[in-house]
T-cell receptor
Framework: KAGVTQTPRYLIKTRGQQVTLSCSPISGHRSVSWYQQTPGQGLQFLFEYFSETQRNKGNFPGRFSGRQFSNSRSEMNVSTLELGDSALYLC??????????????FGPGTRLTVT | DQQVKQNSPSLSVQEGRISILNCDYTNSMFDYFLWYKKYPAEGPTFLISISSIKDKNEDGRFTVFLNKSAKHLSLHIVPSQPGDSAVYFCAASANNDMRFGAGTRLTVKP
């Protein structure tokens, strides 16, 4: 069974640009969550999608948005990029929504560098 | 706000000895706790978890202890092996919310 895939793996953008990251969950998984990892801050929760609906959102500005398609694939968009958006963006998929019953499986991440 | 804290950014231990990684949380609503391990260039992988109704869960060389009154959990690895060298994240969950700590980089020296 293929794992969670994220594209692209590496990305360099300039301040003010926008970027779209993609995540393909494990087949059969309906929940996709996005996290931002920066040194010293750990993994910070961005949002979770389940069956094309955003169930939960972390404490991030509106520049960060996402969506989920009918095949459970998810995209994350960041508009008007800032230097502080440089991070590793991880997505995780699970059979069901975030709770104790469903283990999350993480992808390798997309390393975004904003210059 | 950091609801889950790992105050030690790094830990170094000798092969064969015990590794103890600590984690503190502030939200008493958390009722499920997890540890993830992350190697460079890979996403985190689930290691072990514990429900708030228990105070200990063991899986091979890995044991997680939960002290609810102190809002503290720890991961013990015995014996530590060089392949355990990685970043370890603790996470806490309540309903549909999950929060992670900043991670502790464990180095096991041969």
């Amino acid at each position: 069974k293929a794992g969670v895939t994220q594209t692209p793996r590496y990305l360099i953008k300039t301040r003010g640009q926008q970027v779209t990251l993609s995540c393909s969950p494990i087949s059969g998984h309906r929940s996709v969550s996005w996290y931002q990892q920066t040194p010293g801050q750990g993994l910070q929760f961005l949002f979770e999608y389940f069956s094309e609906t955003q169930r939960n959102k972390g404490n991030f500005p509106g520049r960060f948005s996402g969506r989920q398609f009918s095949n459970s694939r998810s995209e994350m968009n960041v508009s008007t990029l800032e230097l502080g958006d440089s991070a590793l963006y991880l997505c995780a998929s699970s059979l069901g929504p975030i709770n104790r019953e469903y283990e999350q499986y993480f992808g390798p991440g997309t390393r975004l560098t904003v210059t | 706000d950091q609801q889950v804290k790992q105050n030690s950014p790094s830990l170094s231990v000798q092969e064969g000895r015990i590794s103890i990684l600590n984690c503190d949380y502030t939200n008493s609503m958390f009722d499920y706790f997890l540890w993830y391990k992350k190697y460079p260039a890979e996403g985190p992988t689930f290691l072990i978890s514990i429900s708030s109704i228990k105070d200990k869960n063991e899986d091979g060389r890995f044991t997680v202890f939960l002290n609810k009154s102190a809002k503290h959990l720890s991961l013990h690895i015995v014996p530590s092996q060089p392949g355990d060298s990685a970043v370890y994240f603790c996470a806490a969950s309540a309903n549909n919310d999950m929060r992670f700590g900043a991670g502790t980089r464990l180095t096991v020296k041969p």
